[in-house]
């Protein structure tokens, strides 16, 4: 892409209403706009971020077994008076009245949808076990939107959910959802940990939130310092298998949000300079509900010894549009935004320092055309005007790495490589660079991990 036919409207001033970095730096690198309270346009370098975020949630989400499908916003009342949840969800939820007077709500969740469409066509369980998700837009009327995306009113979720003969299926169910969602958050940079999340009414251990830590996160979470450096599942993980092993290791060091702290087994378990007391961003929840949903809503299969069944069910949420704001508190620094490679808009950005130039024009389109060559997504600074400037909206605008190309070096064949993340700068011939970058990035993108 070249920057000067590309949309990136950054901004010079720091936006008064943004309190949090990520929310500045998201407006000022230009990713997004806001159009109304908590109402956000993606605009192109943002919505690539997005993109790439979606793309390692749908592999991870394959890997596990769930299969993507898409369900509208605009749901039938008729279907939540039905579950129960009309009258009990509240203000949060956005009513709707079409021209014929009926009652409409914009799906804040789908839990009454889902289990609508698994009503109609699942009658038996031999086609359990089945894990449907799809990626869309929800809406909830928060009373206080902020943080830019972190906390928006309409914001894109994942949202999985599984359907299982019986509590043990569940189970599993559960914990090939727990795996994919370390191994999501894994790829794209991110270390999240999964704290015991509240229950309700249903009870149990099948309840976590991932969290990032950050400390302008909303929750308080109290853990064990050695879950920042545990092990992820590898790709080739069997999810058929049993996945036991990977959840106990994961749950058996303590890990809680505020809402559910323990403070005397906190401290009972963890040594005291392994005890982490701090903020973090959720990013992702993973939910056994049993029958809450199937039971209302009179969704049962035929069992093996040909009875009516009791159907199952887990939920799996993860925020698209707070992962964004989340990678950013996570990786930052003074200048800028600072992508991890595996969801970057772009891996490389070539900077042309004398466009306009003859012989700099020349040498930056043949190394254009030799990074796209090695399959690199690149952005192009081919505009007219001062290096100062080009360094300082790529540093903001955070691409991993950068190829400087000045008027001198080009003479003496030689173009020089900023590591976005390190600062390091190292100075090579042209083919030597593209070999260099190819070599540095393949591995980041954790496509393969
Ligand atoms: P929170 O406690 O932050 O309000 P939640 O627990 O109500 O979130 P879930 O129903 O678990 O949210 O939704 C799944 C995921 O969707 C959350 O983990 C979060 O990443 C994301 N999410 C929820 N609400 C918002 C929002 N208002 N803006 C952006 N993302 C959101
Ligand atoms: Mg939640």
């Known amino acids: 892409m070249r920057l000067s036919s590309y949309f990136l409207p950054v901004l010079k001033e720091v936006p008064k209403e ?13 990713l997004i706009r806001q159009q109304a ?19 390692i949630i749908e592999q991870e989400q394959a890997r596990a077994g769930a299969i993507e499908m ?7 009342a008729d279907l939540w008076r039905e579950s129960g949840r009309y009258d009990a969800y509240g203000k949060e939820m956005l009513r709707i009245t079409d021209r014929h007077e009926r009652d409409l709500l914009y799906g804040p969740t789908n839990e009454e949808v889902i289990t609508d469409i698994f009503r109609t066509f699942v009658k038996s369980y031999k086609e359990l076990p089945l894990n449907l ?4 837009w929800k809406f909830r009327d928060e009373i206080r939107p902020r943080f830019g995306t972190m906390r928006s009113r309409e914001f894109l979720m994942k949202d999985a959910y599984s359907f299982d003969l019986g509590m043990e299926e569940a189970r599993k169910s559960y914990y090939r959802m727990f795996v994919a969602y370390l191994r999501t958050y894994y790829r794209m940079g991110l270390t999240a940990i999964p704290m015991k999340a509240e229950t309700g009414p249903i009870g149990g251990d099948l309840s ?10 909303e929750s308080g979470v109290f853990c064990h310092a050695d879950l920042l450096d545990m092990p992820i599942p590898a790709a080739n993980t069997d999810f058929n298998g049993d996945l036991t092993p990977i959840i106990d290791q994961w749950t058996s060091l303590y890990a809680a949000t505020e809402d559910m702290i323990d403070m005397a087994e906190f401290e009972k378990t963890v040594p005291e300079p392994k005890r982490i007391a701090a903020r973090g961003i959720e990013v992702g929840q993973v939910f056994y509900f049993g029958t809450k949903y199937t039971g209302p ?6 069992g093996p010894d040909g009875q009516e069944a009791e159907v199952h069910c887990g939920s799996y949420g993860i925020g698209l549009t707070r992962l964004v704001p989340a990678i950013i508190e996570a990786s930052h620094d003074d200048d800028g935004i600072v992508w991890p490679v595996s969801v970057a808009p772009f891996e490389v950005m070539l900077l042309n320092l004398k466009s306009g130039d003859a012989e700099c024009d020349a040498a930056c389109e043949d190394l254009y055309g030799k990074l796209k060559a090695a399959g690199l997504d690149v952005l192009y600074d081919d505009r007219e005007g001062g290096a ?5 909206t790529a540093d903001l605008i955070g691409v991993p790495y950068q190829l400087i190309a000045g008027p001198r070096g080009i003479k003496a064949g030689e173009v020089e490589i900023k590591n976005r993340k390190t600062g390091a700068r190292d100075t090579m011939g042209f083919d030597a660079a593209i070999a260099f970058l190819k070599a540095a990035i393949e591995p980041e993108r954790r496509d393969k991990v």
């Open 37 to 55: 309270a908590g109402l956000y346009a993606w605009l192109p370098l943002g919505y690539k971020v997005l993109r790439k975020i979606q793309d």
């Open 18 to 30: 943004a309190e949090i970095v990520s929310h500045r730096l998201m407006l000022r690198a230009g």
């Open 388 to 392: 100062g400037a080009k360094f300082a």
């Open 133 to 136: 998700y799809h990626i869309q």
């Open 297 to 302: 809503m009179g969704a049962t299969v035929t």
């Open 70 to 76: 898409l369900m509208p916003t605009l749901q039938s």
């Open 208 to 217: 976590h939130e991932f969290i990032v830590l950050a400390d302008t996160g």
